[in-house]
């Protein structure tokens, strides 16, 4: 039985340690096991122009991104939406602010 409850203590243990909260922007707050409405949409107009001024197509920075071509069509129009770490990573590429790419709804 001590075992049982010993586990168990552990568990809730490495549980806490779990909650991680990631601020985006000083405006995003995501908390594990916490369902957040936010959503993350591209400028389209700054996140195209930032991808020709680095001389990349859409091809080369899906590429670079680990993204198909066609989802970056999407968030180039601001169809789908982009996680905190895939907004990260494509401003990194692109070599701008988060906050001049992307846009929290």
């Not at 490495?14 to 959503?39: A, D, P, T, Y």
């Not at 990260?88 to 846009?103: A, I, Y």
């Amino acid at each position: 039985m001590e075992k049982a409850t010993e586990y168990k203590s552990k568990q809730k243990s490495l549980h806490k340690q779990n909650k991680v909260s990631i601020m985006f922007l000083g405006q995003l707050e995501i908390k594990e096991g916490k369902k957040h409405r936010m959503k993350i949409r591209t400028k389209s107009d700054a996140f195209v122009r930032a991808r020709i001024v680095k001389g990349m197509s859409q091809r080369e920075l899906a590429k670079q991104s680990g993204l198909s071509p066609s989802y970056i069509s999407l968030l180039e129009r601001s169809v789908k939406t982009v996680g905190p770490a895939t907004a990260k990573k494509l401003s990194e590429l692109l070599e701008q602010p988060l906050d001049t790419l992307f846009v929290i709804e």
